[in-house]
């Protein structure tokens, strides 16, 4: 019962963190604030700053494009390398003292509008202008709401202070600094997208089948047991049994309670060390994971079979099999690794490999009883999704939901509770991730679909897995069409996922006839069960 209650919190903790599927940083920027007006009409575009340094490469910067201005190339071989030269005044508020021909000024924020500067910079003969920002952030420069008839032909961008002040440095230095721009394109899909929707559907598939499976061998053995003994002295109660946890509807509701509580508290205390918390709580649930998957796998086999069946008793841990002994150390290593390594480039590989197997363990052990308590719970998840999203802009001005996937201002690179592929053909780089509720919570109501087939007797085209299989996999289809039309923003998956799935599911069961054993039950009528459940061919 301890290990059912772990999970069960691992479960609530690891799904309410992070539902954004995909978040790698915006390329174009939407501002609402800064209407456009004629000669000010451009997106707000991120800008590869690559350098060179008396002629050997140095850093690369990123900057942000301006609304005014000509568009930027979009490919690095098509934009020329320039030198670059600083401002005197260092504003640019007036006609520079030194002659320009051609060069790239570098320029300081403040005194006059920006316009002014890129007017100035441009009859002074520059071809770009740098504006160094005041703070360490980028800065969406605009027109002023008076300025009209703006006519500029040369590239304003804005760089973060520090990047400002290294090139500063590098030209006092009497450095030569040339320096390329260039705005690359985002490719409309990416591999690492495809690689994420399989992951994400296979996942469901397996923890769907081993489900439906472990409940079908439990209503068996308890048939077997039916035969033998009084019913006096049996319960009907399969979760004393078979470890399963049934989630019912006062939880399904208190769910999105805890979760925006817990959420709120991760966006108030993210930082390093609370990181590292939530670390060793993915290492722990990952492990335990990863554990009961390895040893349910090599149980099937007959070379382990009597490992598996062999117990010894532990302090604080109870009987324990040689198998589980044989298996732990395997992967409390990869655990340990990932935590160590988990800043390095290939670290996603076992963040992915731990989260897959916590996630199957998870909806192998905590059920959805009917579809009445499934329809709370994604219900409740539909809208807790779509407010930390997108409604706590408007309290905490800027989304909770994808702060916290970020992992926020504790510099760590998104927290753990994510599964993540880099993207391969971004000139950007980046990840694309789903959350662990984007998977577990719709495939709870999958698993559940599956469990209801066998016990019917119904066959993939007669009965619901197929189809919610089918809407699960459409509707994170079309949340990465989503993703890619709003240019890169986080999505929120459930608010594509739940109304796919969910409403297939409900209204295949008022088509057929089955909503009202689906929805109070879970289960249909059978008065053979250990002849009913097995599968159909």
């Not at 494009?65 to 690095?76: C, V, Y």
């Not at 230095?173 to 690492?192: F, W």
């Not at 199957?360 to 999203?389: E, H, M």
């Not at 299989?469 to 949340?479: E, H, S, V």
Request: aromatic share 10%.
């Amino acid at each position: 019962m301890e290990l059912k209650t772990v999970l069960f919190l691992a479960f609530v903790l690891f799904t309410v963190l992070c539902s954004s599927p995909a978040y790698a940083g915006d390329i174009v920027h939407q501002d609402p604030l800064a209407p456009r007006k004629p000669g000010c009409m451009n997106n707000f575009v991120l800008v590869k700053i690559p350098t060179l340094v008396d002629g050997v490469e140095g850093d690369e910067f990123v900057g942000v494009g301006a609304r005014f201005g000509p568009t930027l190339e979009s490919k690095e071989k098509h934009a020329n390398h320039t030198r670059l030269t600083l401002a005197d005044p260092p504003d640019c508020c007036s006609k520079p003292k030194n002659k320009l021909t051609g060069e790239v000024i570098l320029v300081h924020r403040g005194n006059c509008s920006f316009t002014t500067k890129a007017n100035v910079a441009e009859a002074a003969g520059a071809t770009a202008i740098l504006i160094i920002n005041n703070r360490t952030e980028l800065f969406k420069m605009v027109c002023e709401a008076n300025e009209t008839d703006i006519d500029i032909e040369i590239p304003a961008v804005m760089l973060p202070q520090d990047a400002g002040a290294s090139l500063e440095e590098s030209i006092r230095n009497k450095s030569a600094v040339s320096v390329q721009l260039y705005s690359p394109k985002r490719p409309l899909v990416d591999v690492a997208e495809v690689f994420l929707w399989l992951m994400a559907v296979g996942t469901i598939l397996g923890a769907s089948y081993w489900s439906a499976w472990s409940a079908r061998e439990a209503a068996i053995e308890q048939d077997k047991l039916l035969k033998d003994a009084s019913n006096d002295l049996l319960t009907t109660d399969g979760t004393g049994s078979t470890g399963v946890v049934d989630i019912n509807t006062t939880s399904a509701i208190l769910f999105v309670v805890v979760a925006s509580c817990f959420l709120v508290m991760l966006y108030k205390l993210m930082s390093r060390w609370f990181i590292e918390i939530l670390v060793v709580l993915f290492c722990i649930g990952g492990v335990e994971g990863l554990q009961t998957c390895l040893v349910a796998l090599l149980s099937s086999f007959r070379w382990f079979e009597h490992a598996a069946q062999s117990f010894v008793k532990l302090p604080f841990f109870g009987a324990v099999s040689y198998l589980t002994i044989a298996v732990s150390p395997c992967c409390i290593a990869l655990a340990v690794v990932w935590a160590v390594c988990r800043r390095d480039s290939f670290a996603w590989i076992g963040q992915d490999i731990l989260g897959i197997a916590l996630i199957i363990t998870v909806l192998q052990i905590i059920r959805v009883p009917n579809l009445k308590v499934g329809t709370v719970l994604l219900s409740c998840a539909f809208l807790y999704d779509i407010f930390w999203v997108f409604v706590s802009k408007w309290w905490f001005h800027e989304s909770v939901m994808i702060v916290v996937a970020r992992g926020g201002k504790s510099g760590e690179d998104g927290i753990p509770m994510l599964l993540k592929i880099p993207r391969m053909y971004d000139p950007w780089g980046g990840y694309s991730i789903i959350g662990f509720g984007d998977i577990i919570l719709p495939g709870l109501l999958v698993a559940f679909s599956l469990r209801y087939d066998w016990l019917s007797k119904k066959n993939l085209r007669a009965g619901y897995f197929l189809w919610a299989m089918i809407a699960y996999g459409l509707g994170l289809l079309i949340t990465y069409v989503a993703l890619n039309l709003m240019d890169g923003h986080g999505q929120p998956a459930l608010l594509y996922i739940v109304p796919f799935t969910l409403g297939t599911f409900l209204t295949l069961g008022r088509k057929r006839g089955d909503l009202k054993h689906l929805w109070t039950r879970g289960e249909p009528e059978r008065p053979c069960p250990h002849i009913q459940l097995q599968p159909s061919q």
